[in-house]
């Protein structure tokens, strides 16, 4: 009998970039200027 390989899904990769493309697009929708990727990370640390 021919064996199957399982693969599970990585859903919290996923979710996880998601949520971070969220973020980051309600950020462009408030600000009231142009942002960039460093005023972005240092919003967030």
Do not use: Q
């Given at each position: 009998m021919p064996?199957?390989?399982t693969i599970e899904p990585s859903s919290s990769?996923?979710?996880?970039?998601?949520?971070r493309v969220a973020d980051v697009l309600l950020?462009?929708?408030r600000a009231?200027?142009?942002l960039g990727v460093s005023e972005i990370a240092r919003l967030w640390d």
């Open positions: 064996t199957t390989k990769k996923g979710t996880e970039s998601a949520d950020l462009f929708s009231d200027g142009a």
